[in-house]
């Protein structure tokens, strides 16, 4: 069992930067592949980035790519989300989730935990 708490959400300004953060209770975090997702009002949720349980695999969605950054401290059980350049168009609600699989998969159907979310707002 993992739980998991968003943190780092809020508003800023196109071209600004927010880092997310995601804590993990528990001591097998790093036996669990992490991703962060985000949902837009009115469309479906997305994967936007994930990294392997080492941290030394990463894997990105064309609309993040070179513009945001995912990394893992196994130590501290915590996986970071860098946004940089951001867009009215990253507006959602973002999601950290943990997978029991060994690979960055992008279907949320692989993903067995969930954190609450927390909002970020880019305005123009």
């Known amino acids: 069992q993992v739980q998991l708490v968003e943190s780092g959400g809020g508003l800023v300004q196109a071209g600004g930067s927010l880092r997310l953060s995601c804590a993990a209770s528990?001591?097998?975090?790093?036996?669990?592949?992490m991703g962060w997702f985000r949902q837009a009002p009115g469309k479906e949720r997305e994967f936007i980035t994930g990294?392997?349980?080492?941290?030394?695999?990463?894997s990105y969605a064309a609309s993040v790519k070179g513009r945001f950054t995912i990394s893992r401290d196994n130590a501290k059980n915590t996986v970071l989300l860098q946004m940089n350049s951001l867009k009215p168009e990253d507006t959602a609600v973002y999601y950290c989730a943990a997978s029991p699989v060994e690979m960055v998969y992008y279907s949320a159907s692989y993903y067995s935990y969930w954190g609450q979310g927390t909002q970020v707002t880019v305005s123009s």
């Open positions: 990294i392997s349980r080492s941290g030394g695999g990463t």
């Open positions: 528990g001591r097998t975090f790093n036996r669990y592949t």
